[in-house]
């Protein structure tokens, strides 16, 4: 079953901004702790941004720090992925992920979210 939908990927050049998108259904993941992560073919699956548990805490990996924003809309419905000053590096297709596990600190493993949308492509070109 399909309980998370992303959205807002597309075709932009190096230095241009995105808003990534990721909808639960029915608000079933209002208060999840939270992943975005990105993969690219023939490569692991890797992390990009987490919330803990009602987004107490966030954390981000180094190669998005200070570039990407990870926030939820006002009805905590939808989580979002901002990006801005996109590189060539950051192509992919980006997933959003939720845990069964309602933690408090983030989680940058793949292994431990339960949930998975089926991903959006961003493609950055130089």
């Known amino acids: 079953q399909v309980l998370l939908v992303e959205s807002g990927g597309g075709l932009v050049q190096t230095g241009d901004s995105l808003r990534l998108s990721c909808a639960g259904i029915?608000?079933?993941?209002?208060?999840?702790?939270m992943g975005w992560f990105r993969q690219v073919p023939g490569k692991e699956r890797e992390f990009v941004a987490a919330f803990s548990w009602k987004a107490a805490y966030i954390e981000y990996d180094d190669s998005v720090k200070g570039r990407f924003i990870m926030s939820r809309d006002d009805a905590e419905s939808t989580t979002y992925l901002t990006m801005n000053s996109l590189k060539p590096e950051d192509t992919a297709v980006y997933y959003c992920?939720?845990?069964?596990?309602?933690?408090?600190?983030?989680?940058?493993?793949?292994?431990?979210?339960?949930?998975w949308g089926q991903g959006t492509q961003v493609t950055v070109s130089s």
């Open positions: 992920a939720a845990r069964r596990v309602f933690s408090t600190h983030p989680s940058i493993h793949p292994d431990e979210y339960d949930y």
């Open positions: 029915g608000r079933t993941f209002s208060e999840n702790p």
